[in-house]
């Protein structure tokens, strides 16, 4: 078997342990075309879009979720220092910033590379970026309704 095949496979198998522990969770979801689930939650204020993907080449379960507004222009700058104070101590994942587009989403990977993932690191995979996505999607809303400054952003979102 060649090592592509051997790639592929082994992604199957961990796509396929992801979509049977939503299963017994009995999760929401729609199992998209190359090895990505579609799905999603609401939080405490806002809706929550996750889309995990599965890539096979690189050996990684990507979790990636995109706030549900965009930044407009005149606000871009200082959420970049908002985003930044929110990445300064996250343990896992973090929320990566467009300031062309003013779009922001939160990631977070974990490697199965040479291993296999149990039940539990994908139940820690969800529940953390959906505790951490939950903790601040109101928060740079917030950011952007209030049009705070540089000073009330850093007392605010730390």
């Known amino acids: 078997m060649t090592d592509d095949k051997k790639k592929l496979k082994q992604a199957q198998t961990v ?11 009995e999760w929401t979801y ?14 405490d204020d806002l809706a929550m879009d996750l889309t995990i ?11 990636h979720s995109p706030m549900p507004f965009t930044v407009p222009e005149n606000m871009r700058k200082e959420m970049a220092v908002a985003v930044s104070c929110a990445n300064h101590c996250m343990v896992d994942g973090d929320f990566d910033y467009d300031y062309e587009t003013g779009k922001i989403y939160f990631r977070l990977t974990t490697s199965f590379r040479d291993s296999l993932i149990s039940k539990e690191v994908f139940e820690y995979v969800i529940g953390v970026s ?8 109101d928060k740079f809303l917030t950011v952007v309704k209030k049009e705070m400054n540089y000073e009330q952003i850093l007392g605010f979102i730390e």
């Open 15 to 25: 796509y396929d342990d992801f979509c049977a522990m939503l299963d017994e969770r």
């Open 53 to 63: 993907r599965v890539d096979a080449d690189r050996q990684l379960v990507i979790l």
């Open 30 to 43: 729609d199992k998209a075309d190359n090895l990505v689930i579609e799905t999603g939650a609401r939080g």
């Open 130 to 137: 959906l505790n951490t996505i939950d903790d601040y999607n």
